[in-house]
């Protein structure tokens, strides 16, 4: 299976397009959205293109291909407008004899550890800069944002595919890869 996995779109249309085109360019299977999809949040300067409905009428367009963990900025309102599932705190993955606990990162993170074990992945946004590092056995991996990138970051993505993790800008460009195998 392979994973687009992206976060922090925060209301951009132009963002979410480019995402949905990289998704279509790189023939993954299924979406993975780390949460904050449709507002931009009070510490955050409006993205590019700000408009969420356009960016609820994009992912709806998709809605049995994606799967959602709930940011910081996701509320029950925006539920009422996806029409796929954004409420869940976490969710977990199989990456071969890994586990991957994907989540926002605002509750679950590198100080406030979930339940795993040596070899597992914490996989999360909500800080907008890209990650990748291992404490303590665990490997924490953020994919940095798709609208809003912070410290000199691209506006990005990344792909799982075979247990590879592999960090894109927009245009669909390497920027670094990790073999979680």
């Given at each position: 299976?392979?994973?687009?996995?992206?976060?922090d779109?925060?209301g951009?249309?132009?963002?979410?397009?480019?995402?949905?085109?990289?998704?279509e360019?790189?023939?993954?299977?299924r979406?993975?959205?780390l949460?904050?999809?449709?507002?931009h949040g009070?510490?955050?300067?409006?993205?590019?293109?700000?408009?969420?409905k356009?960016?609820?009428?994009?992912?709806?367009?998709?809605?049995?291909?994606?799967?959602?963990?709930?940011?910081?900025?996701d509320?029950?309102?925006?539920?009422?407008?996806l029409?796929?599932?954004?409420?869940?705190?976490y969710?977990?993955?199989?990456?071969?004899e890994?586990l991957?606990?994907?989540t926002h990162?605002?509750?679950?993170?590198?100080?406030?550890?979930?339940a795993?074990?040596?070899?597992?992945i914490?996989?999360?946004g909500?800080?907008?800069?890209?990650?990748?590092e291992?404490?303590?056995?665990?490997?924490?991996?953020?994919?940095?944002?798709a609208?809003?990138?912070?410290e000199?970051?691209?506006?990005?993505y990344?792909?799982?595919?075979?247990?590879?993790?592999?960090?894109?800008?927009?245009?669909?460009?390497?920027i670094?890869s990790?073999?979680?195998?």
């Amino acid at each position: 299976m392979k994973w687009l996995i992206a976060s922090d779109i925060h209301g951009s249309a132009y963002y979410c397009e480019k995402l949905l085109s990289r998704y279509e360019k790189e023939k993954a299977d299924r979406i993975l959205l780390l949460g904050d999809i449709l507002y931009h949040g009070p510490r955050n300067d409006l993205p590019k293109d700000y408009n969420p409905k356009k960016v609820i009428d994009l992912l709806n367009s998709i809605k049995n291909n994606i799967l959602c963990v709930r940011g910081n900025c996701d509320t029950e309102v925006d539920q009422m407008v996806l029409a796929f599932p954004i409420l869940a705190d976490y969710c977990l993955l199989q990456a071969g004899e890994r586990l991957i606990f994907a989540t926002h990162g605002h509750k679950y993170n590198l100080q406030q550890l979930p339940a795993l074990k040596a070899g597992d992945i914490l996989l999360h946004g909500h800080t907008h800069v890209p990650a990748c590092e291992c404490k303590n056995g665990i490997t924490y991996i953020n994919p940095g944002s798709a609208s809003i990138p912070k410290e000199n970051s691209a506006h990005g993505y990344m792909i799982l595919e075979d247990g590879v993790f592999t960090w894109k800008d927009m245009d669909g460009n390497t920027i670094q890869s990790y073999n979680a195998n």
